[in-house]
């Protein structure tokens, strides 16, 4: 059931919860994403970015993967490109099949990321492929970022930008920041910016830089309007801490137990954060909870 991300994160938006968006870079991480969301009985997006097909997960051999556990799967799959920022990225996702690309063009001034927003959706719309996009500027928390509105999304902003650009996700910037906050560090997410942008688009908004946001701040921002969460560190510390248990359990494990254990970490670590943003049973054909997703 491989998937456009704008069917997934529409049902999303008009039932107010939240879908995972994993970036996954082996068949370990696929595989567990995608059994995960099954088990739960929940959409996910899988993804990647330009950085991590660079040095990992080749095209050539990570699509044909990613495809064919999709493909088996009982639940909607979305493919996502994360964070492109080159239209070469853009054109190659859409070449291979990505069900969904990202522009990331919220450094640049606001026309100019309308201009490169609108040149991609000009090219994924017509081949059945949604967009997404980012207005404000969702940094990095090494840097500090997050801490300061000075990049957060302004409501007037985001109207002309959706409405002149015709994206069918937004990413807004709310108080989080990429990567490893400081140890203790809990970011502060402006909810009231929140519930604005969310009833002046009435559309799925993403929230960058979910890991380390605390599942208090995840529970109130899907609540407040958030469809769509990115996780890819705290996602990669569920393989690692898998493997580095097992090797104090076990330092004679080789290659292929600390994989399996890998893929088990990331399963374990996708369906409680399902729960958590809410996407559990939301596919569910007849049965006890049918009635109740209505």
Do not use: W
Not at 40 to 66: F, N, T, W, Y
């Amino acid at each position: 059931m491989l998937v456009s991300m704008k069917s997934i994160l529409d049902h999303a938006n008009e039932h107010t919860y939240g879908v995972m968006a994993v970036n996954s870079i082996n068949i370990e991480m696929v595989r567990a994403v995608i059994t995960a969301a099954e088990e739960e009985r929940s959409p996910i997006i899988v993804q990647m970015g330009p950085g991590q097909i660079a040095k990992h997960a080749h095209l050539d051999e990570i699509v044909p993967v990613v495809k064919e556990l999709a493909k088996k799967a009982t639940v909607p799959v979305a493919y996502n490109l994360d964070h492109g920022s080159k239209l070469e990225d853009e054109i190659r996702a859409i070449q291979y099949g990505f069900t969904n690309v990202m522009i990331d063009a919220s450094s640049l001034p606001f026309e100019e990321n309308i201009k490169q927003t609108s040149t991609v959706v000009s090219l994924a719309h017509p081949m059945g492929i949604s967009v997404e996009a980012e207005l404000g500027h969702v940094g990095q928390a090494a840097d500090g970022d997050g801490r300061t509105d000075d990049m957060y999304t302004n409501v007037a902003q985001a109207r002309e930008f959706v409405d002149r650009t015709k994206v069918d996700a937004l990413a807004v910037a709310i108080g989080t920041a990429h990567g490893n906050y400081p140890k203790g560090y809990v970011p502060v997410l402006d909810f009231n910016r929140l519930a604005e942008l969310k009833d002046e688009l009435q559309m799925p908004l993403v929230l960058h830089g979910g890991s380390g946001s605390g599942e208090e701040n995840l529970r109130k921002a899907v609540a407040g309007g958030i469809n769509k969460i990115n996780v890819c560190t705290d996602a990669f510390h569920a393989a690692k801490d898998a493997m580095t248990d097992l090797l104090a359990e076990d330092p004679k494990a080789d290659f292929m137990a600390l994989q399996i254990a890998a893929e088990a970490g990331v399963k374990k670590f996708v369906k409680n954060y399902i729960h958590i943003i809410g996407s559990n049973d939301q596919y569910v054909y007849g049965g006890a909870y049918s009635d109740s997703k209505e």
